[in-house]
């Protein structure tokens, strides 16, 4: 059982439900305000526990894009990205809400917003489930955060080591033995 693995659990399943609610009610609000309905591109494949929580509460009729992008070292998420996978339909003139797992060096967002800048999007929008601020090595924010975490390697809910985990419906951090 993967749960066995786990020495602590950061942030609850009940806790993940209640906060998508707000963070999809807020979401929504501000593309009302303006008359919009984004494009909701969720990034894989960490976003997608997270992605699929958050709509449901959405009630404009939004549609749904994904988008694959690794870094070329493949290991650090540091270095240039390079898209893996890229959305079915154009981003020209169109507002996006990018969907993420977790804001850590922030270099995977800035290369992301960049490439959606050069897709002519008439506006780029992030809403992350997690945030590590201590980690950040760029100048780039969320617009919309779940949870700020502290300083440590975290799975579950959509998040992994080794690929594994990401089914957790909670935010965990890994008992130490399973990193040796
Ligand atoms: P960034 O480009 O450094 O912001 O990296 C973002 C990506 O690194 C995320 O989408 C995750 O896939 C991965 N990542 C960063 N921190 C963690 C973590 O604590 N657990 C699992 N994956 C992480």
Known sequence: MISND??????????????CKE???Q?????????EVPIVVGLLKGSVPFMSELMKYFTFPCELEFMKVS???GTESIGDV???????TSAKNKYILLVEDIVDTGRTLVEVTKMFKNKKAKDVKIVSLL????????????DYVGFEVPNEFVVGFGLDYNQKYRNLPYIGVLKPEIYE
Do not use: F, W
């Open 131 to 142: 945030d590590k601020p201590d980690r950040r090595t760029c100048d780039i924010e969320a």
């Open 6 to 19: 786990i020495e602590k659990i950061l942030v609850s399943q009940e806790a993940i439900t209640k906060r």
């Open 71 to 73: 870094s070329y070292d």
């Open 23 to 25: 963070l999809a009610a």
């Open 27 to 35: 979401i929504e609000a501000d593309y009302n305000a303006i008359g």
């Open 82 to 88: 390079r898209i893996d996978l890229d959305m079915m």
